[in-house]
Protein backbone atom coordinates (compact mmCIF):
# COMPACT_ATOMS: atom_id res chain seq x y z
CA UNK A 1 0.00 0.00 0.00
CA UNK A 2 1.04 3.51 -0.73
CA UNK A 3 2.24 5.73 2.09
CA UNK A 4 3.44 9.02 1.43
CA UNK A 5 6.24 10.48 3.56
CA UNK A 6 5.91 12.49 6.26
CA UNK A 7 6.48 15.78 4.95
CA UNK A 8 4.29 14.96 2.05
CA UNK A 9 1.25 14.48 4.49
CA UNK A 10 1.93 17.73 6.54
CA UNK A 11 2.11 19.38 3.11
CA UNK A 12 -0.87 17.59 2.16
CA UNK A 13 -2.61 18.41 5.65
CA UNK A 14 -1.51 22.05 5.10
CA UNK A 15 -3.57 22.66 2.20
CA UNK A 16 -6.60 21.18 3.08
CA UNK A 17 -9.16 23.67 3.79
CA UNK A 18 -10.16 23.85 7.51
CA UNK A 19 -13.59 23.08 8.09
CA UNK A 20 -14.18 25.02 11.36
CA UNK A 21 -17.66 23.86 13.24
CA UNK A 22 -20.13 26.52 13.64
CA UNK A 23 -21.71 25.89 16.80
CA UNK A 24 -25.62 27.59 16.94
CA UNK A 25 -25.79 30.10 19.15
CA UNK A 26 -28.55 29.91 21.38
CA UNK A 27 -30.36 33.46 22.13
CA UNK A 28 -30.76 33.93 25.72
CA UNK A 29 -33.87 34.00 27.20
CA UNK A 30 -35.30 37.32 26.79
CA UNK A 31 -37.23 39.46 29.74
CA UNK A 32 -40.70 40.55 29.31
CA UNK A 33 -40.85 44.35 27.40
CA UNK A 34 -42.13 45.66 30.32
CA UNK A 35 -38.90 44.51 32.86
CA UNK A 36 -36.43 45.53 30.25
CA UNK A 37 -34.24 48.72 30.34
CA UNK A 38 -35.66 51.46 28.00
CA UNK A 39 -33.09 51.50 25.12
CA UNK A 40 -34.32 47.16 24.78
CA UNK A 41 -37.85 48.70 24.48
CA UNK A 42 -37.51 50.93 21.59
CA UNK A 43 -38.19 49.12 18.58
CA UNK A 44 -35.97 48.72 16.10
CA UNK A 45 -36.11 50.05 12.11
CA UNK A 46 -38.50 48.07 10.14
CA UNK A 47 -36.36 45.73 7.58
CA UNK A 48 -38.72 46.40 4.89
CA UNK A 49 -39.84 49.09 2.38
CA UNK A 50 -39.50 52.37 4.02
CA UNK A 51 -43.39 53.54 5.23
CA UNK A 52 -45.22 56.26 4.86
CA UNK A 53 -45.10 59.13 6.74
CA UNK A 54 -47.01 62.03 7.20
CA UNK A 55 -44.44 64.76 7.81
CA UNK A 56 -42.65 64.05 4.76
CA UNK A 57 -45.98 64.43 2.41
CA UNK A 58 -46.43 67.57 3.94
CA UNK A 59 -42.79 68.72 2.73
CA UNK A 60 -43.46 67.06 -0.30
CA UNK A 61 -47.18 68.82 -1.18
CA UNK A 62 -45.54 72.15 -0.58
CA UNK A 63 -42.93 71.38 -4.20
CA UNK A 64 -45.85 70.09 -5.84
CA UNK A 65 -46.94 72.18 -9.14
CA UNK A 66 -50.32 72.24 -10.99
CA UNK A 67 -47.77 70.86 -14.19
CA UNK A 68 -46.99 67.69 -11.12
CA UNK A 69 -50.67 66.97 -10.47
CA UNK A 70 -51.48 67.20 -13.95
CA UNK A 71 -48.84 64.70 -14.93
CA UNK A 72 -49.74 62.14 -11.94
CA UNK A 73 -52.98 62.28 -12.86
CA UNK A 74 -52.11 61.24 -16.42
CA UNK A 75 -50.20 57.93 -15.18
CA UNK A 76 -53.92 56.85 -14.13
CA UNK A 77 -54.39 55.88 -18.35
CA UNK A 78 -52.03 54.16 -20.79
CA UNK A 79 -50.36 55.68 -22.75
CA UNK A 80 -51.84 54.50 -26.05
CA UNK A 81 -55.07 55.64 -23.96
CA UNK A 82 -54.18 59.21 -23.58
CA UNK A 83 -53.28 59.63 -27.57
CA UNK A 84 -56.45 57.96 -28.02
CA UNK A 85 -58.29 60.79 -25.73
CA UNK A 86 -56.21 63.54 -26.75
CA UNK A 87 -57.24 62.61 -30.80
CA UNK A 88 -61.08 62.85 -29.29
CA UNK A 89 -60.33 66.08 -27.73
CA UNK A 90 -59.04 67.18 -31.31
CA UNK A 91 -62.11 66.23 -33.27
CA UNK A 92 -64.32 67.61 -30.78
CA UNK A 93 -62.41 71.14 -30.65
CA UNK A 94 -62.27 70.87 -34.84
CA UNK A 95 -66.12 70.43 -35.24
CA UNK A 96 -66.85 73.11 -32.58
CA UNK A 97 -64.72 75.61 -34.40
CA UNK A 98 -66.00 75.07 -37.36
CA UNK A 99 -69.41 76.12 -36.21
CA UNK A 100 -67.89 78.87 -34.58
CA UNK A 101 -68.64 77.59 -30.99
CA UNK A 102 -66.29 77.45 -27.98
CA UNK A 103 -66.01 74.09 -27.15
CA UNK A 104 -66.49 74.79 -23.35
CA UNK A 105 -68.68 74.77 -21.44
CA UNK A 106 -70.29 70.88 -22.80
CA UNK A 107 -73.72 71.72 -23.43
CA UNK A 108 -76.60 69.01 -24.72
CA UNK A 109 -76.78 71.05 -27.66
CA UNK A 110 -73.12 70.87 -28.84
CA UNK A 111 -73.20 66.98 -27.97
CA UNK A 112 -75.58 66.94 -30.22
CA UNK A 113 -74.49 68.63 -32.82
CA UNK A 114 -70.97 66.45 -32.32
CA UNK A 115 -72.76 63.34 -32.89
CA UNK A 116 -74.60 64.40 -35.76
CA UNK A 117 -71.45 65.54 -37.51
CA UNK A 118 -69.96 62.10 -36.96
CA UNK A 119 -72.83 60.75 -38.23
CA UNK A 120 -72.53 62.56 -41.49
CA UNK A 121 -69.05 62.43 -41.85
CA UNK A 122 -69.72 58.11 -42.43
CA UNK A 123 -68.57 57.10 -38.97
CA UNK A 124 -69.33 53.88 -37.43
CA UNK A 125 -71.45 53.36 -34.80
CA UNK A 126 -69.60 51.85 -32.28
CA UNK A 127 -67.03 55.12 -33.22
CA UNK A 128 -69.89 57.63 -32.75
CA UNK A 129 -70.89 56.38 -29.35
CA UNK A 130 -67.40 56.29 -28.31
CA UNK A 131 -66.17 59.81 -29.12
CA UNK A 132 -69.39 61.22 -27.60
CA UNK A 133 -69.12 59.17 -24.14
CA UNK A 134 -65.27 59.84 -24.10
CA UNK A 135 -65.35 63.69 -25.13
CA UNK A 136 -68.66 63.72 -22.52
CA UNK A 137 -66.39 62.07 -19.59
CA UNK A 138 -63.73 64.63 -20.40
CA UNK A 139 -65.34 67.67 -19.87
CA UNK A 140 -66.87 66.48 -16.67
CA UNK A 141 -63.21 65.53 -15.27
CA UNK A 142 -61.50 68.76 -17.17
CA UNK A 143 -64.17 71.26 -17.07
CA UNK A 144 -66.92 70.30 -14.46
CA UNK A 145 -69.69 70.01 -17.23
CA UNK A 146 -72.56 68.15 -16.45
CA UNK A 147 -75.77 67.45 -17.84
CA UNK A 148 -79.37 68.06 -16.24
CA UNK A 149 -81.92 65.40 -16.85
CA UNK A 150 -83.33 66.67 -20.10
CA UNK A 151 -80.19 66.88 -21.11
CA UNK A 152 -79.20 63.40 -20.39
CA UNK A 153 -82.63 62.38 -22.49
CA UNK A 154 -81.58 64.43 -25.43
CA UNK A 155 -78.00 62.99 -25.40
CA UNK A 156 -79.47 59.22 -25.51
CA UNK A 157 -82.15 60.10 -28.30
CA UNK A 158 -79.22 61.66 -30.22
CA UNK A 159 -76.97 58.18 -29.80
CA UNK A 160 -80.07 56.11 -30.64
CA UNK A 161 -80.65 57.98 -33.82
CA UNK A 162 -76.78 57.44 -34.75
CA UNK A 163 -77.28 53.88 -34.52
CA UNK A 164 -79.91 53.92 -36.92
CA UNK A 165 -78.33 56.17 -39.24
CA UNK A 166 -74.61 55.36 -38.98
CA UNK A 167 -73.13 53.58 -42.17
CA UNK A 168 -73.12 50.33 -40.07
CA UNK A 169 -76.48 50.69 -39.28
CA UNK A 170 -78.69 48.83 -36.69
CA UNK A 171 -75.45 47.46 -35.52
CA UNK A 172 -72.47 48.06 -32.48
CA UNK A 173 -70.03 46.22 -34.11
CA UNK A 174 -66.89 47.20 -36.44
CA UNK A 175 -64.38 45.83 -38.71
CA UNK A 176 -62.26 43.86 -35.88
CA UNK A 177 -59.33 42.51 -35.78
CA UNK A 178 -59.30 39.05 -38.25
CA UNK A 179 -58.35 35.83 -35.75
CA UNK A 180 -56.93 32.80 -36.82
CA UNK A 181 -58.16 28.38 -35.70
CA UNK A 182 -56.28 26.29 -34.02
CA UNK A 183 -55.95 24.17 -37.08
CA UNK A 184 -54.86 27.07 -39.06
CA UNK A 185 -52.26 28.35 -36.64
CA UNK A 186 -51.27 24.23 -37.17
CA UNK A 187 -50.75 24.45 -40.87
CA UNK A 188 -48.66 28.26 -39.76
CA UNK A 189 -46.39 26.45 -37.64
CA UNK A 190 -45.59 24.08 -41.26
CA UNK A 191 -44.59 26.74 -43.20
CA UNK A 192 -40.59 25.67 -44.14
CA UNK A 193 -38.89 29.13 -44.94
CA UNK A 194 -35.75 30.56 -42.95
CA UNK A 195 -37.21 34.53 -43.81
CA UNK A 196 -40.25 33.82 -41.86
CA UNK A 197 -39.57 31.66 -38.95
CA UNK A 198 -38.99 34.40 -36.77
CA UNK A 199 -42.68 35.54 -37.46
CA UNK A 200 -44.23 32.07 -37.41
CA UNK A 201 -42.30 31.54 -33.90
CA UNK A 202 -43.90 35.38 -33.20
CA UNK A 203 -47.04 34.07 -33.88
CA UNK A 204 -47.03 31.39 -31.72
CA UNK A 205 -45.74 33.22 -28.78
CA UNK A 206 -48.13 35.54 -29.21
CA UNK A 207 -50.91 33.72 -29.49
CA UNK A 208 -50.45 30.96 -26.77
CA UNK A 209 -49.73 33.81 -24.27
CA UNK A 210 -52.52 36.30 -25.18
CA UNK A 211 -50.04 39.29 -25.47
CA UNK A 212 -50.56 42.70 -27.49
CA UNK A 213 -48.18 43.27 -30.40
CA UNK A 214 -46.27 45.63 -28.42
CA UNK A 215 -45.47 43.68 -25.44
CA UNK A 216 -44.94 40.80 -28.14
CA UNK A 217 -42.09 42.79 -30.04
CA UNK A 218 -40.56 44.02 -26.50
CA UNK A 219 -39.55 40.71 -25.43
CA UNK A 220 -35.96 40.35 -24.92
CA UNK A 221 -33.54 37.12 -24.62
CA UNK A 222 -33.82 37.42 -20.41
CA UNK A 223 -37.18 37.64 -20.81
CA UNK A 224 -37.74 34.09 -21.57
CA UNK A 225 -36.80 31.06 -19.27
CA UNK A 226 -37.36 27.50 -19.74
CA UNK A 227 -37.79 24.68 -17.02
CA UNK A 228 -35.16 21.91 -16.35
CA UNK A 229 -37.10 19.38 -17.85
CA UNK A 230 -37.88 21.52 -20.90
CA UNK A 231 -41.96 21.13 -20.75
CA UNK A 232 -42.83 24.48 -19.88
CA UNK A 233 -41.45 28.43 -20.80
CA UNK A 234 -42.17 31.33 -18.68
CA UNK A 235 -42.29 34.62 -20.18
CA UNK A 236 -41.94 38.01 -18.64
CA UNK A 237 -44.11 40.80 -19.61
CA UNK A 238 -41.86 43.44 -18.39
CA UNK A 239 -44.48 46.89 -19.43
CA UNK A 240 -47.93 46.66 -20.77
CA UNK A 241 -50.32 49.06 -21.45
CA UNK A 242 -52.59 48.14 -18.34
CA UNK A 243 -48.93 48.06 -16.54
CA UNK A 244 -47.84 51.54 -16.80
CA UNK A 245 -45.42 51.44 -13.77
CA UNK A 246 -43.84 48.77 -15.15
CA UNK A 247 -44.64 46.02 -12.38
CA UNK A 248 -44.25 43.62 -15.04
CA UNK A 249 -45.58 39.94 -14.66
CA UNK A 250 -44.66 36.40 -15.79
CA UNK A 251 -46.65 33.84 -17.84
CA UNK A 252 -46.23 30.22 -18.14
CA UNK A 253 -46.51 28.39 -21.44
CA UNK A 254 -46.57 24.16 -21.73
CA UNK A 255 -45.02 21.81 -23.93
CA UNK A 256 -48.00 20.32 -26.63
CA UNK A 257 -45.93 17.65 -27.85
CA UNK A 258 -46.74 14.21 -27.67
CA UNK A 259 -44.20 11.74 -26.35
CA UNK A 260 -43.73 10.31 -29.66
CA UNK A 261 -42.93 13.25 -31.71
CA UNK A 262 -42.59 16.90 -31.28
CA UNK A 263 -45.25 18.92 -32.55
CA UNK A 264 -44.31 22.15 -34.83
CA UNK A 265 -47.21 24.44 -33.28
CA UNK A 266 -45.33 23.57 -29.98
CA UNK A 267 -44.77 27.55 -28.76
CA UNK A 268 -42.09 26.06 -26.24
CA UNK A 269 -40.03 24.09 -28.53
CA UNK A 270 -40.29 26.56 -31.03
CA UNK A 271 -38.91 29.51 -28.34
CA UNK A 272 -36.22 27.12 -27.40
CA UNK A 273 -34.94 27.18 -30.53
CA UNK A 274 -35.61 31.08 -31.64
CA UNK A 275 -33.94 32.10 -28.73
CA UNK A 276 -30.60 29.91 -29.07
CA UNK A 277 -30.14 32.22 -32.45
CA UNK A 278 -29.75 35.36 -29.98
CA UNK A 279 -26.30 36.76 -29.68
CA UNK A 280 -26.88 38.13 -25.77
CA UNK A 281 -29.51 38.39 -22.93
CA UNK A 282 -30.51 41.86 -23.63
CA UNK A 283 -31.13 41.67 -27.79
CA UNK A 284 -34.40 41.59 -29.12
CA UNK A 285 -36.14 38.04 -29.38
CA UNK A 286 -38.34 39.61 -32.27
CA UNK A 287 -36.77 42.59 -33.93
CA UNK A 288 -38.96 43.72 -35.78
CA UNK A 289 -41.49 47.12 -36.27
CA UNK A 290 -45.19 46.92 -35.70
CA UNK A 291 -45.74 47.68 -39.45
CA UNK A 292 -43.08 45.00 -40.77
CA UNK A 293 -44.66 42.42 -38.43
CA UNK A 294 -47.83 42.77 -39.33
CA UNK A 295 -47.26 42.78 -43.28
CA UNK A 296 -44.67 39.75 -42.57
CA UNK A 297 -47.78 37.81 -40.55
CA UNK A 298 -50.14 38.47 -43.60
CA UNK A 299 -47.61 36.94 -45.88
CA UNK A 300 -47.04 34.32 -43.47
CA UNK A 301 -50.74 33.82 -43.32
CA UNK A 302 -51.01 33.50 -47.29
CA UNK A 303 -48.31 31.08 -48.26
CA UNK A 304 -49.94 28.56 -45.25
CA UNK A 305 -53.35 29.26 -45.90
CA UNK A 306 -53.46 30.66 -49.64
CA UNK A 307 -55.79 33.92 -50.64
CA UNK A 308 -59.08 32.10 -50.88
CA UNK A 309 -58.91 31.32 -46.90
CA UNK A 310 -58.39 34.87 -45.87
CA UNK A 311 -59.66 37.19 -48.35
CA UNK A 312 -62.32 38.88 -45.87
CA UNK A 313 -60.08 38.93 -42.88
CA UNK A 314 -57.78 41.72 -42.09
CA UNK A 315 -54.95 40.96 -39.64
CA UNK A 316 -53.79 43.38 -37.33
CA UNK A 317 -52.04 43.55 -34.41
CA UNK A 318 -54.72 42.54 -32.46
CA UNK A 319 -55.29 39.35 -34.23
CA UNK A 320 -53.07 37.25 -32.21
CA UNK A 321 -54.46 38.36 -28.58
CA UNK A 322 -57.79 37.95 -29.86
CA UNK A 323 -56.82 34.78 -31.89
CA UNK A 324 -55.51 33.39 -28.42
CA UNK A 325 -58.78 34.20 -26.55
CA UNK A 326 -61.48 32.58 -29.33
CA UNK A 327 -59.26 29.53 -29.35
CA UNK A 328 -59.51 28.76 -25.24
CA UNK A 329 -63.36 29.79 -25.69
CA UNK A 330 -63.65 27.49 -28.82
CA UNK A 331 -62.00 24.72 -26.50
CA UNK A 332 -64.19 25.10 -23.81
CA UNK A 333 -62.07 26.99 -20.91
CA UNK A 334 -63.25 29.13 -18.30
CA UNK A 335 -63.47 32.75 -18.98
CA UNK A 336 -61.84 33.65 -15.72
CA UNK A 337 -59.22 31.39 -16.42
CA UNK A 338 -59.11 33.11 -19.94
CA UNK A 339 -59.08 36.33 -18.05
CA UNK A 340 -56.29 35.60 -15.93
CA UNK A 341 -53.99 34.48 -18.65
CA UNK A 342 -54.87 37.75 -20.86
CA UNK A 343 -54.48 40.03 -17.81
CA UNK A 344 -58.14 41.62 -18.32
CA UNK A 345 -60.11 43.50 -15.48
CA UNK A 346 -62.88 41.79 -15.97
CA UNK A 347 -64.47 39.62 -18.49
CA UNK A 348 -66.31 42.18 -20.35
CA UNK A 349 -63.76 43.00 -22.70
CA UNK A 350 -64.13 39.54 -23.67
CA UNK A 351 -67.53 39.37 -24.41
CA UNK A 352 -67.50 42.94 -26.05
CA UNK A 353 -65.07 42.36 -28.13
CA UNK A 354 -62.43 39.84 -28.16
CA UNK A 355 -65.01 36.92 -28.58
CA UNK A 356 -67.10 39.05 -31.36
CA UNK A 357 -66.92 37.75 -34.61
CA UNK A 358 -63.81 35.87 -35.41
CA UNK A 359 -62.58 32.39 -37.19
CA UNK A 360 -65.21 30.47 -35.37
CA UNK A 361 -68.57 32.94 -35.82
CA UNK A 362 -70.08 30.78 -38.80
CA UNK A 363 -70.14 27.46 -37.17
CA UNK A 364 -70.80 28.42 -34.03
CA UNK A 365 -73.88 30.05 -35.02
CA UNK A 366 -74.77 26.81 -37.21
CA UNK A 367 -73.49 24.61 -34.37
CA UNK A 368 -76.56 27.08 -32.14
CA UNK A 369 -79.25 26.12 -34.64
CA UNK A 370 -78.61 22.52 -34.14
CA UNK A 371 -78.82 22.74 -30.85
CA UNK A 372 -82.17 24.70 -31.11
CA UNK A 373 -83.92 21.60 -32.37
CA UNK A 374 -82.28 18.78 -30.43
CA UNK A 375 -84.40 17.08 -28.25
CA UNK A 376 -81.50 15.54 -26.28
CA UNK A 377 -80.12 18.61 -25.55
CA UNK A 378 -83.67 19.87 -23.59
CA UNK A 379 -82.93 20.75 -19.72
CA UNK A 380 -85.22 19.82 -16.94
CA UNK A 381 -87.18 22.52 -15.85
CA UNK A 382 -88.88 22.41 -12.39
CA UNK A 383 -92.46 21.97 -12.24
CA UNK A 384 -92.79 21.12 -16.27
CA UNK A 385 -92.18 17.95 -18.20
CA UNK A 386 -90.31 17.96 -21.13
CA UNK A 387 -91.72 14.90 -23.00
CA UNK A 388 -91.76 14.67 -26.65
CA UNK A 389 -94.97 15.62 -28.55
CA UNK A 390 -97.22 12.63 -28.97
CA UNK A 391 -98.98 13.02 -32.50
CA UNK A 392 -102.63 11.68 -32.37
CA UNK A 393 -104.60 10.68 -35.46
CA UNK A 394 -107.63 12.18 -35.67
CA UNK A 395 -110.62 9.95 -34.81
CA UNK A 396 -114.01 10.01 -37.21
CA UNK A 397 -116.99 10.25 -35.12
CA UNK A 398 -120.17 8.69 -36.99
CA UNK A 399 -123.39 9.94 -36.50
Keep these: MFQPLQGCQRELLARRPRVVAT?????????????????????KAPSVARRGCAKRA???????????ICSFLSEARAPSTRRSYDAIRRAY????????????????AKAVRFVASLVRADFTYESVRNYAQRIKALAREDHGDTFDTQGEERFKLALRAASKLCRQSG????????TFTAVELASISKVQDPRLEGTVCAILCGTSCLLRVGELLSLTRKDVQFSEDGQEASVTVRRSKTDPGGRGCTLTIGCCCTVDSVQDECPVHRLRWWASMCDDASSQLFPYSRDVFVAAMYDVTVKALGHESIDSRIFKGHS?????????????????????MGRWASTRS????????GAYKTGRQ??????????SRFQKVIGYNLQPIKHYKHKTHSL
Design 23 to 43: RQRVPPPSAPRGDRPRHERIR
Design 58 to 68: SRVSKRLTEAD
Design 93 to 108: SGVMDSASLPPYPYTP
Design 171 to 178: TTEQSRAG
Design 320 to 340: LRRSGAQILFHHGVNLEHIVE
Design 350 to 357: LSMAYLRD
Design 366 to 375: AELTRIMFDP
